[in-house]
């Protein structure tokens, strides 16, 4: 069983990649 703490180190790190990903296409996008 995976320990909850790196459970949500991974989720965390793909969540502020894709939260990343997301605001560089807005970006590009309004511009």
Known sequence: ???FGV?????L???A???WVTRTIRIA???
């Open 1 to 3: 069983m995976t320990p």
């Open 7 to 11: 459970v949500a180190a991974i989720y």
């Open 13 to 15: 790190h793909e969540y």
């Open 17 to 19: 990649k894709q939260g």
């Open 29 to 31: 996008v309004n511009n």
